[in-house]
């Protein structure tokens, strides 16, 4: 809020002073009602910027400065994570001011913001019409590595990889393109990244209990299962040899859900540090191509 308070008393300073005839006050003008909404979006104040730019349109609709605040206003709602507001706002922002500069910004973040509410290909058909329409853009570049992004969430490795070659294809001397470069690369050594198999780490703990988890890397939880499905195991035994059949079930089958349990689990760390390594995957692309969502 300094900042705010500062801005206020600058503007106060920098205005014409009313001679001593005049009634005291502050002369708004679009310059003014802008960086008010400014002021407020800097300081994350999101719901108040989009009211002062609202005030903008409305005090003011002959304004140039009407094409500004119609963009902010849907800025905020995309930096407040009001997703689904963002997306009528850049949406209606193209219907409105379809030659306007922001335009290629506004398709790019439409997309973003349907990622935002997790519609990947209303995401895609965004960005696309980014590239069609302003392929020399910066929006229209980062909308071709934003679908790169997209086809490898979708598990389309081979589309991700077309996305970054027609990237490399259309901007040959892109500051991005040797990053572009280098993710292909890593694409290409991943190509058929490790895996484990989560049938392999269930019969593994079937036979010995915990060693589907030690297999899938989860070697903790493998110790674990291994003497808690011992001790059951020990006990249904003892028990059996003494000839305390009752023991003996109730032991046993307190212990078969567990010994169940240790095959299921087994087949879940498998599963899940094949997820992993996928994520990471992804994760080190993102960083390359400097696309985040």
Same mark, same amino acid.
């Given at each position: 809020?300094?900042?705010?308070?500062?801005?206020?008393?600058?503007?106060?300073?920098?205005?014409?002073?009313?001679?001593?005839?005049?009634?005291?006050?502050?002369?708004?003008?679009?310059?003014?009602?802008? +960086?008010?909404?400014?002021?407020?979006?800097?300081?994350?104040?999101?719901?108040? @910027?989009?009211?002062?730019? +609202?005030?903008?349109?409305?005090?003011?609709?002959?304004?140039?400065?009407?094409?500004?605040?119609?963009?902010?206003?849907?800025?905020?709602?995309?930096?407040?994570?009001?997703?689904?507001?963002?997306?009528?706002?850049?949406?209606?922002?193209?219907?409105?001011?379809?030659?306007?500069?922001? @335009?290629?910004?506004?398709?790019?973040?439409?997309?973003? %913001?349907?990622?935002?509410?997790?519609?990947?290909?209303? @995401?895609? &058909?965004?960005?696309?019409?980014?590239?069609?329409?302003?392929?020399?853009?910066?929006?229209?570049?980062?909308?071709?590595?934003?679908?790169?992004?997209?086809?490898?969430?979708?598990?389309?490795?081979?589309?991700?990889?077309?996305?970054?070659?027609?990237?490399?294809?259309?901007?040959?001397?892109?500051?991005?393109?040797?990053?572009?470069?280098? @993710?292909?690369?890593?694409?290409?050594?991943?190509?058929?990244?490790?895996? +484990?198999?989560?049938?392999?780490?269930?019969?593994?703990?079937?036979?010995?209990?915990? %060693?589907?988890?030690?297999?899938?890397?989860?070697?903790?939880?493998?110790?674990?299962?291994?003497?808690?499905?011992?001790?059951?195991?020990?006990?249904?035994?003892?028990?059996? +040899?003494?000839?305390?059949?009752?023991?003996?079930?109730?032991?046993?089958?307190?212990?078969?859900?567990?010994?169940?349990?240790?095959?299921?689990?087994?087949? &879940?760390?498998? &599963?899940?540090?094949?997820?992993?390594?996928?994520?990471?995957?992804?994760?080190?692309? %993102?960083?390359?191509?400097?696309?985040?969502?």
């Amino acid at each position: 809020m300094n900042r705010l308070i500062l801005l206020v008393v600058a503007l106060l300073l920098i205005l014409p002073t009313p001679s001593h005839g005049e009634g005291a006050g502050i002369l708004l003008t679009e310059e003014v009602q802008l +960086k008010l909404g400014d002021a407020f979006m800097a300081e994350g104040e999101y719901y108040r @910027a989009i009211t002062e730019y +609202k005030k903008l349109i409305i005090l003011f609709p002959a304004s140039r400065r009407v094409e500004d605040a119609g963009f902010r206003i849907a800025m905020a709602y995309y930096r407040g994570e009001e997703y689904e507001a963002a997306v009528r706002a850049f949406a209606a922002f193209q219907v409105n001011h379809p030659g306007s500069g922001y @335009a290629p910004q506004a398709g790019y973040y439409e997309g973003m %913001s349907h990622l935002g509410l997790n519609r990947p290909e209303k @995401a895609e &058909n965004s960005f696309s019409r980014v590239v069609a329409t302003y392929p020399d853009s910066d929006s229209g570049r980062r909308a071709l590595l934003g679908n790169s992004l997209i086809r490898f969430d979708r598990k389309d490795t081979a589309g991700c990889r077309q996305q970054l070659e027609r990237y490399l294809a259309d901007y040959p001397g892109d500051e991005r393109a040797h990053n572009v470069s280098e @993710a292909i690369s890593l694409l290409d050594r991943n190509r058929e990244p490790p895996q +484990k198999s989560p049938l392999t780490a269930g019969l593994l703990s079937a036979l010995i209990p915990g %060693s589907g988890h030690i297999y899938a890397g989860h070697y903790g939880d493998g110790i674990t299962s291994f003497f808690l499905n011992g001790l059951f195991i020990a006990g249904t035994v003892m028990s059996v +040899k003494q000839e305390n059949y009752a023991v003996a079930g109730l032991v046993g089958t307190i212990g078969l859900p567990f010994y169940i349990g240790t095959i299921h689990g087994a087949a &879940n760390a498998a &599963n899940r540090y094949n997820l992993g390594i996928r994520k990471d995957l992804r994760g080190q692309l %993102s960083v390359m191509l400097d696309i985040q969502f």
